[in-house]
């Protein structure tokens, strides 16, 4: 074969710096001329993997737990938590569309190689953290469903490699199809028990409107107070990662970008599409809230880890009604429980790939195959889950319970850290006429709302980052190890806080570059064309 046919070999690791997930990139083609519910149609399913982000593993708990112990008062942190993400992924998406680069390659097209670095182990350190929740959440899904052993079921999780090797070979589509039936499941799975529990329907509509306990630091119940617990909700909802994945594929429909009307359309569907789905991880996260209120008795669940749920859902003296108690006795509500766990698992186990490699292109220019990038970030987000199981191996199951969901929940405070590292530079570049031209920057309201979104946050995410901090050293620390926590968590909030002026500085000035050049550019073409 003659050397200029042959095809060329990739290698393991190379460099990149073309479009984003090339391997998708327009892969879907958007036929023209349709209405409009066969053309929300085609672009319909980039929602859907942003979604998962928003009701993975993680959510689980701290919903549950704040239905047990305030019953609907969180339902109002649920609804704006949602909404604050609608917000967030339109922009992302609107970013991706407009200007042809995920976020990740925008920042580091504006901003220096260190701080590109900087961001990069950063977001990385935060895609990992929600990894961990994704072995934990597995692995006792499949200890709970089938009986093997723990640690064997820890390295299971590895092998899901083999699953996004499969899917990566069926194309994008029905990639899309795959996580909306396993959105399905949940939603299902879920609705089946709030059913049976015939909640208070009224409560849970009173829930919905914030009032100023919902943000109180009293009563405390079961160790959480309704500040806390909203915390929780808000951090184990709006996750950096997202926006990253939302810019990159977003990009997977096939438009003429010389064309405006089709970029707007673009815009218009895929923000349907973002909403819709976001709706449904919003109805997710509230069935499992209401799961907390109507399912079982107030404060008859003590271990809120995914063992103590699995447990409650099978013990008749926890359920609040005969309904419940007589289904609960078939073990069919604690078996539907661990199916729902593994969806979610697996779901997350598409998006976290991509996610991994949409950053690791954007910020350092260097790319994996999937299958690689999954094996390798699984494979270390294994290794704390191994440790904790081989620490508690010898002790009480309750002991190994407790530790993995506390490993599952500090693990989470690098999400704090990353997201405003996210916000703030996509709230920055859609705000600016230069990124994305009069038509597609943020409007006032999409500008005033984003700002507030972004401030909140961030203000919200160190508020309780001494909480998260102190969560590390158990459930009952002693004041010294309290003092300890407190003076580590404002030195990372000093810390943060001074990345995030570096990243302003940045910004300002690549956005600075970008006008000049754009202005240079016009010049030279009304130049030619006199």
């Known amino acids: 074969m003659n050397e200029e046919t042959e095809p060329k070999k990739r290698k393991l690791i190379e460099y990149a710096n073309g479009p984003s997930l090339e391997e998708i990139n327009s892969s879907v083609d958007v036929p023209k001329g349709k209405g409009f519910w066969k053309t929300l149609f085609v672009y ?35 609804l704006i938590s949602s909404l604050v993400a609608m917000l967030l992924q339109y922009m992302a998406a609107k970013l991706g569309i407009v200007t042809q680069m995920d976020l990740a390659q925008a920042i580091r097209a504006r901003t220096s190689k260190a701080l590109g670095i900087v961001l990069w182990i950063m977001t990385e350190f935060a895609i990992m953290a929600t990894d961990i929740a994704e072995v934990i959440g597995a692995a006792i899904a499949l200890f709970l469903l089938f009986h093997i052993p723990l640690i064997i079921d820890v390295f299971i999780t590895v092998f899901d490699v083999l699953l996004l090797l499969l899917l990566t070979k069926i194309g994008f ?12 499941v949940i939603i299902l799975v879920f609705g089946y028990q709030v059913a049976l529990s015939n909640p208070n329907w009224g409560g849970v509509i009173k829930g919905i409107v914030p009032t100023k306990e919902t943000f109180a630091s009293s009563p405390t119940v079961g160790g959480m107070t309704p500040l806390t617990g909203a915390l929780g909700i808000i951090g184990a909802t709006v996750m950096p990662h997202n926006l990253y994945l939302h810019s990159a594929i977003s990009q997977t429909r096939k438009i003429d970008h010389n064309d405006k009307k089709q970029v707007a359309m673009s815009v218009k569907f895929t923000a349907w599409d973002s909403n819709i789905q976001l709706t449904f991880a919003f109805f997710v996260n509230a069935l499992l809230l209401i799961m907390g209120v109507a399912v079982f008795k107030s404060g008859a669940v003590k271990d809120p880890s995914f063992f103590g749920l699995f447990q409650a859902l099978s013990d008749t003296k926890t359920m609040s009604n005969g309904v419940l108690q007589s289904v609960a006795k078939t073990g069919i509500l604690s078996t539907l429980f661990a199916v729902a766990l593994l969806a979610s698992g697996q779901n997350s186990t598409i998006t976290g790939t991509l996610t991994g490699q949409v950053i690791m292109e954007g910020f350092v220019h260097m790319r994996m195959p999937l299958w690689l990038r999954r094996l390798v970030t699984r494979l270390i987000s294994v290794i704390p889950v191994l440790i904790c199981v081989s620490l508690t191996s010898g002790k009480s199951a309750i002991d190994e319970h407790v530790a993995l969901n506390d490993l599952m929940n500090n693990s989470q405070v690098f999400l704090a850290f990353a997201l405003p590292f996210s916000m703030l530079p996509l ?16 409007g006032f309201l999409i500008k005033m709302f984003g700002w507030i979104s972004v401030v ?16 590390f050293f158990g459930s009952n620390p002693t004041k010294a190890q309290i003092a300890l926590a407190d003076h580590i968590a404002y030195g990372l909030i000093v ?25 240079q550019n016009s010049a030279k073409i009304s130049e030619s064309e006199s």
Do not use: H
């Open 44 to 78: 319909s399913g980039p929602g859907a993997l942003v979604a998962v982000g928003y009701m993975d593993p993680g959510n689980w708990s701290t919903s549950i737990t704040g239905g047990q112990n305030f019953e609907y008062l969180l339902m109002s942190v649920i």
């Open 173 to 184: 589509r029905k990639i899309e199809a795959i996580v909306v039936c396993l959105i399905l």
């Open 427 to 442: 709230l920055l570049m859609t705000d600016s006429k230069a990124e994305m031209g009069q038509q597609f920057k943020n």
């Open 456 to 471: 909140g946050l961030t203000y919200l995410n160190m508020l309780g980052l001494p909480a998260q901090i102190e969560g």
């Open 495 to 519: 810390i943060v806080l001074a990345l995030l002026v570096w990243t302003i500085v940045e910004m300002y000035q690549g956005n600075k570059r970008v006008k000049e050049i754009k202005s």
